[in-house]
């Protein structure tokens, strides 16, 4: 009957057999996963059904003669009966069985289970949940595919046995279902809030409106937005009966939260609040919106963490054209900031709605400042002073950005209320005691809760913050900038003198709001006590993202790329002065400043005159994130480029250094990491334009510039190059595929 080579199970009984129990009989029945099914249901009916389906071996109309010999029990059946058919089975169930379930709720089973073994609970007891279904019920409604791409959540007790836990796990996954285990009560508080509620509100809303003089009318008229809305209104009511009954307490606080949240919106539109009901429209909005990306970066749904690749192919044509590239990413950051503590609106234009400074954004929205946009680079902060932010309801979710995170440590170490930040899986990886360190000198109660200094950061409010002179051990703006931002709080004065200069966007745009900031040689100083007043920002292009194009023109024959209104800080243009050392044809046209910011069109052609060179180390701080592009440029160069004094590669969103060099051999590439940098022996010769990387598959380590620098590298390679893990390049550069392609680059994102 099945093939012995995938069996996973003697005898499987089903004890209910609808939707749920029938859709994961048909996987079980498909795959060959089981010698014999057998079920018991209530009525005769569905059994008859089963055997004509070829679901199930035998049926039984009692669930104790089910069960007998089982070694995997599936209870499909409304949470309320568990209890009964447990009671039923009990006496008759194999000492290694496993019992599951595929209830919506989980401590009523786990309470049902308890009633009848007492504290002898099976060790193969682990209760389930399918996060995957519909508003049909009953054995025909069921499919084999119900639970592909959906998730399965597990929910072990403490006595469970890992074997069973593993071959539950393999059993949902050879459904094609993503398994996660969490416990009891976080399934059912979870629960509650994404599905119980929804559900609630759908009746809520059909039978309000059912219950009007003019229903008729009114479904008749309904939009596409009525029925989007209310279709899961349509499912089985004594199924959402018992959940509602099931996991009470859980769905009373969630409505609770609702009632609450449903008369805030209430009292805007009577006040007629425009300002306010923009701001949570707004704020649902973005929410909505970083859905996907926070779902992926959830601790509970790490396993579907979505990736990206890129393939780049040979022969490209051209690589040609004009182009404006996103904001600058620091200058984004800032902008929301500053105008979140200043008072008074600021406009922001050229605005990176990158993932990035999407999360800054979204944390002083969550800290109660109302921001609208952003919207083709527009956004108004209408800013709260420096004495208006407000505790936020739980952690502020930095996703990847590691800007966000130390600059706001600064400001948060001064608010009146605690907070607690978080981040993905590489933010959780970077130092934050660098920053954790000056600020507790302040008197900030700043706590770096992962392993080595790394986040959580958890942040205790209501201190009060002394001003400081601190000598920087390391060369880096967002330590910097952390530190300034506290001193905008803190008594007297606060001071930072920097090993080498590094970017002053804080410093020009502290002055931009109105706030004075001294700078002498490498000290730089502002007094505690002021206060910052909206302003108009224009965002310009990020020379870090430009970075890739000037490279990308410099390597290829015949290229010539106009890259305009691009921001050359002089903090920042120590890429334009490398390559220029390396002899690249680049020139800096039309340069204006915007915003207190200069900015410039910059334009680079294809001539093989590039030849390697011992890169200066005071231009190391003003080209920090372009070395990965420049490593490309280097490897097409003649000779050999040397760098030193760059350790701090080695803790970006990934350490650079390594990852540079192990792609870089990947393609054929000889170079040689060093602890505080590389050497990197050319390929190309003056005047030639051989190709000079061979193809190969890189692994990015999803760092949006590693991963946009090998593109690059597709310019002079023999064949295709494949680089892993690109989907964080929209962290930074959301337009690059489509430029890229734009100006000729075969490539392709998949
Ligand atoms: P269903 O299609 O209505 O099927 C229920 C099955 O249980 C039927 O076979 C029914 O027998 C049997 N049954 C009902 N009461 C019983 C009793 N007292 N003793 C023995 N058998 C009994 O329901 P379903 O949608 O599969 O839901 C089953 C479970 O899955 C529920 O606990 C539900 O919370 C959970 N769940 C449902 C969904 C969903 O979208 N529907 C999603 C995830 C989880 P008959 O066929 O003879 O009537």
Not at 206 to 219: C, G, H, S, T
Not at 338 to 347: D, Q, W
Not at 663 to 688: H, R
Not at 704 to 721: D, Q
């Amino acid at each position: 009957m099945s093939d012995s080579s995938t069996v996973m199970f003697e005898k499987v009984a089903f004890i209910g057999l609808g939707l749920i129990g029938s859709s994961l009989a048909r996987v079980i029945r498909e795959k060959n996963l089981a010698k014999q099914i057998v079920a018991s249901t209530r009525s005769v009916q569905t059994l008859l059904d089963a055997k004509q389906l070829g679901l199930i071996d035998v049926g039984y109309s009692n669930a104790a003669e089910a069960v007998q010999d089982a070694d995997l029990i599936v209870l499909a059946l409304p949470v309320q009966a568990t209890q009964t058919v447990l009671k039923t089975i009990k006496s008759v169930l194999r000492a290694d069985v496993i019992i599951t379930d595929v209830g919506s709720t989980k401590a009523n089973v786990v309470d049902a289970a308890h009633a009848v073994f007492g504290q002898n609970i099976p060790t193969g007891f682990i209760p389930g949940h399918p996060i995957a279904g519909s508003e049909h019920s009953g054995i025909h409604a069921g499919k084999v595919d119900l639970f592909a791409h959906h998730k399965v959540i597990l929910t072990p007790l403490a006595n469970s046995d890992q074997d069973a836990l593993n071959k539950l796990i393999t059993l949902w996954q050879a459904a094609d279902a993503e398994v996660i285990c969490m416990d009891v009560q976080q399934h059912d508080e979870v629960l509650a809030h994404t599905s119980h509620l929804p559900h609630l509100m759908a009746f809520n809303l059909v039978e309000q409106l059912a219950n009007r003089k003019d229903n008729l009318d009114i479904f008749r008229y309904a939009a596409g937005g009525f029925r989007d809305f209310s279709r899961i209104a349509a499912s089985d009511p004594q199924m959402w009966h018992d959940i509602f009954f099931a996991n009470k307490r859980a769905i009373l606080e969630a409505v609770t939260g609702f009632e609450q949240q449903l008369k805030q919106f209430k009292d805007v539109i009577e006040r007629q609040d425009s300002q306010k009901l923009m701001g949570m429209l707004g704020h649902a909005r973005a929410a909505r919106q970083h859905f996907n990306h926070m779902l992926a970066n959830n601790p509970l749904m790490e396993k579907q963490t979505v990736t990206q690749q890129f393939r780049i192919l040979p022969g490209t044509q051209k690589f040609v054209g004009k182009f404006t590239v996103p904001g600058d990413k620091s200058v984004s950051h800032r902008s929301i900031m500053f105008g979140a503590i200043a008072e008074g609106t600021t406009h922001v234009t050229g605005f990176l709605e990158g993932e990035d400074a999407l999360a800054t954004l979204q944390a002083f929205r969550d800290m109660g400042v109302s921001i609208e946009g952003p919207k083709n680079g527009e956004v108004t902060v209408h800013g709260v002073g420096m004495h208006g932010l407000k505790a936020p309801v739980s952690a502020l979710y930095m996703g990847n950005s590691g800007t966000s995170m130390r600059l706001l440590s600064g400001i948060l170490s001064a608010q009146d209320f605690d907070t607690v930040m978080t981040g993905d899986p590489s933010l959780s990886k970077r130092p934050m005691e660098r920053i954790a360190k000056p600020l507790r000198l302040m008197g900030a109660q700043i706590q770096t809760t992962g392993e080595k200094g790394t986040p959580p950061v958890s942040i205790r409010g209501k201190q009060i913050l002394q001003g400081m002179h601190y000598d920087l051990p390391m060369a880096s703006a967002q330590v910097k900038s952390g530190i300034l931002l506290a001193g905008l709080w803190a008594q007297g004065e606060t001071s930072v003198t920097e090993p080498e200069p590094t970017r002053d966007h804080t410093e020009r745009m502290l002055r931009a709001f109105g706030y004075e900031v001294k700078t002498e040689g490498n000290k730089i100083s502002l007094t505690g006590g002021g206060k910052l007043t909206g302003t108009r920002i224009q965002v310009p292009s990020d020379i870090s993202s430009a970075a890739f194009f000037m490279v990308g023109a410099a390597i290829t024959q015949d290229a010539d790329i106009t890259l305009e209104a691009v921001g050359i800080n002089p903090t920042r243009t120590g890429v334009i002065e490398i390559l220029k050392q390396m002899g690249a044809d680049l020139s800096v046209e039309n340069q204006r400043i915007a915003g207190g910011e200069p900015i410039a069109d910059i334009r680079i052609r294809g001539t093989q005159t590039l030849k390697g060179i011992h890169i200066p180390e005071d231009q190391v701080p003003l080209a920090i994130d372009e070395f990965p592009a420049l490593f490309i440029a280097a490897a097409c160069a003649e000779g050999q480029t040397i760098l030193t004094g760059a350790a701090e590669l080695r803790v970006k969103e990934s350490d650079r250094i390594q990852v540079m060099a192990d792609g870089l051999k990947t393609l054929g590439i000889d170079c040689t990491p060093t602890a505080d940098g590389i050497v990197i022996n050319g390929k190309g010769k003056i005047g030639e334009w051989s190709t000079i990387f061979t193809g190969g598959e890189i692994e990015s380590h999803h760092d949006h510039r590693i991963a946009m620098s090998f593109s690059m590298a597709g310019l002079r390679c023999a064949a295709p190059i494949t680089i892993y893990g690109t989907e964080t390049v929209a962290t930074s550069f959301p337009t690059f595929t489509q430029l890229a392609q734009q100006a000729g680059l075969n490539l392709e994102a998949s």
